[in-house]
C-alpha cells in the first residue's frame, strides 16, 4: 500500500505562465475569426490542455482528453434540439396574438421559461459531469452515472422557493444545489461529499441584500441635505438640481462600487464555505481566498477588459479620424456608414476583445487553483478507474446557457 498526504501548498499546484498560454490563446483567436467561430471549440480544447497538465495535484499532474469534435457535437445538438424548437414556439406564440388568443400564448411561453429554467439546471450539472469525465489523474478519471434530469427540477423548485420570501432564501437554494450536484459526482471508485451550511452565508448576503436600500435612503438624505444648504456657488442654478445632481452621482458610485463590492463579499464567503465542505475518500478541501484576494483578482480583470477595449476602439477611431466631416454627414443625413475600411476595422476590434476573454480565463483557472488546498491521505492501492458513464458529446448547454461548471 502507498500512501500520499496532500498538504498546502503542494497538494495542488500550478506551474503555467501568461506568457506561455498567450502562445496558445493568441493562434486560437485569429483561427476562430478566420473560420467564423468554428475553430473556438478545438481553441477550447487546447486551451483546456494547457491549463490542466499545467496543473499538479500531490504528485502528478492532470490531464485534459476532451476533443473539440465532441464540444461541436454538443453545440449542433442544440441547435438542432432546442434552438430550432423555440424558433418555431416564437412563430406560433406570434400566430397565437395575432388569432385574438393571447392567454393560450401566455401559457406557452411561460412553459418556454420554465423549459429553458430547466435546461439551465441540466447544463450546470452536465458540464462539471463532462469535465470530470475528461479530468485523468494518475489515469484516472471522475464523472457520475447520474443523468442530471432530477437536479434539472431541483433547479427549477429550490429557485422559486427561494424567490418567494423576496429571495431571501437564495443562499439555501444556492448552496442546496451546490450539495446536490458535487454529491452525484465521483472520481475514481470514490464517492464525492458535500454538506455545507447555507446558514453560514446569510450575514454577507443580508449585506449585499441591503445595499440597495440603504442606497435608495442615502441618496434621498444626501439629497434632501443639498437641497437645503443650497450650495450657491454650484453650476446649478437651484438647490432643486444640486439634489438632483448629488442623488445621481451617489446612485451611480453605489451600483458600480458599493453592490459590486457586497456580492463580492457574498461570492467570497459561498466559494470558501462550499469548498471547504468538499470531501472525496479520505481528503478533505479547503479554498483560502479572502475578499481582498478577490477584489485584486477583479481589479485585474477589469484592467484587461479596459485594455482591451480600448485596443478595439482604435481601429474606428482611426477610421474616424481620417475623413471625420464624411462620417458626420452620414450620420446626419442616416447613411449607412458601412464600408470596406469599417467592416475590417470591426474584425480586427474582436481580436483585443476574444484575446482577453482567454487571458481572464487563465487567470481564473490560476485563481482557483492557487487558493485551493487539500488534507488527507490518497491510498493508490484503492484507486480503480470510474466506472461511470462517459458522454459521446461536450457541453452544449454549457454553450448556450452561457453557465460554468463551478
Given at each position: 500500500?502507498t ?14 505562465s ?5 502562445k ?8 476562430t ?18 491549463l490542466?497538465?499545467?496543473?499538479r495535484?500531490i ?14 457535437i ?7 434540439l ?11 406564440i ?17 412553459a ?8 439551465t439546471?441540466?447544463?450546470?450539472f452536465?458540464a462539471?459531469?463532462y469535465?470530470l ?10 464523472g ?8 434539472g ?6 429557485n422559486?422557493v ?7 432564501l ?53 439629497g ?18 444640486v ?5 445621481i ?5 453605489g ?6 463590492l ?14 471547504g465542505?468538499l ?8 479554498f ?15 484592467a ?11 481601429p ?6 481620417a ?28 481580436i ?6 482567454s487571458?481572464i ?9 492557487v ?36
Amino acid at each position: 500500500m502507498t500512501e500520499y498526504q496532500g498538504k498546502a501548498p503542494s497538494a495542488v499546484t500550478f506551474h503555467g505562465s501568461w506568457t506561455d498560454f498567450a502562445k496558445i490563446a493568441l493562434p486560437n483567436v485569429l483561427l476562430t475569426l478566420v473560420t467564423l467561430g468554428i475553430y473556438r471549440f478545438w481553441a477550447t480544447t487546447r486551451e483546456r490542455q494547457y491549463l490542466w497538465s499545467h496543473t499538479r495535484f500531490i504528485d502528478e499532474q492532470l490531464e485534459w482528453t476532451g476533443r473539440g469534435m465532441e464540444l461541436f457535437i454538443g453545440f449542433i445538438m442544440v441547435f438542432f434540439l432546442l434552438g430550432l424548437p423555440l424558433v418555431i414556439m416564437q412563430l406560433v406564440i406570434n400566430g397565437l396574438v395575432f388569432q385574438g388568443q393571447p392567454l393560450l400564448a401566455g401559457i406557452i411561453i411561460f412553459a418556454m421559461i420554465m423549459f429553458v429554467f430547466y435546461l439551465t439546471g441540466l447544463a450546470y450539472f452536465r458540464a462539471l459531469r463532462y469535465r470530470l469525465s475528461r479530468t485523468y489523474w494518475r489515469g484516472i478519471r471522475g464523472g457520475s452515472d447520474d443523468e442530471g434530469f432530477a437536479y434539472g427540477l431541483s433547479y427549477i423548485w429550490k429557485n422559486v422557493v427561494a424567490a418567494i420570501p423576496l429571495y431571501l432564501l437564495y443562499p439555501w437554494a444556492s448552496m442546496s444545489l451546490w450539495n446536490e450536484r458535487w454529491s452525484k459526482m465521483s472520481f475514481g471508485p470514490y464517492q464525492f461529499q458535500s454538506d455545507a451550511d447555507w446558514k453560514a452565508l446569510m450575514k454577507r448576503y443580508l449585506l449585499f441584500y441591503l445595499v440597495p436600500f440603504l442606497l435608495f435612503v442615502g441618496a434621498i438624505m444626501i439629497g434632501v441635505s443639498a437641497a437645503a444648504s443650497g450650495a450657491g456657488g454650484t453650476p446649478f442654478s437651484t438647490a432643486g438640481g444640486v439634489a438632483a445632481a448629488v442623488m445621481i452621482i451617489f446612485g451611480v458610485l453605489g451600483i458600480y462600487i458599493l453592490m459590486p463590492l457586497a456580492a463580492l463579499l457574498y461570492y467570497s464567503k459561498f466559494m470558501r464555505v462550499a469548498i471547504g465542505a468538499l470531501r472525496i475518500g479520505d481528503l478533505e478541501f479547503d479554498f483560502t481566498a479572502r475578499s481582498p484576494d478577490w477584489i485584486l483578482y477583479w481589479l485585474g480583470n477589469l484592467a484587461i477588459w479596459m485594455l482591451a477595449y480600448g485596443a478595439a476602439f482604435a481601429p474606428f477611431s482611426i477610421f474616424i479620424a481620417a475623413d471625420p466631416t464624411q462620417f458626420a454627414q452620414q450620420l446626419e443625413a442616416g447613411e449607412s456608414i458601412l464600408s470596406f475600411g469599417l467592416v475590417i476595422g470591426i474584425l480586427v476590434a474582436i481580436i483585443p476583445i476574444a484575446f482577453a476573454s482567454s487571458i481572464i480565463r487563465y487567470r481564473r483557472w490560476k485563481f482557483f487553483v492557487v487558493h485551493t488546498e487539500a488534507f488527507g491521505e490518497v491510498n493508490l492501492d484503492r484507486m480503480t478507474q470510474s466506472t461511470t458513464q462517459s458522454a459521446s458529446h461536450g457541453e452544449g448547454l454549457l454553450d448556450a446557457f452561457d453557465v460554468g461548471a463551478i
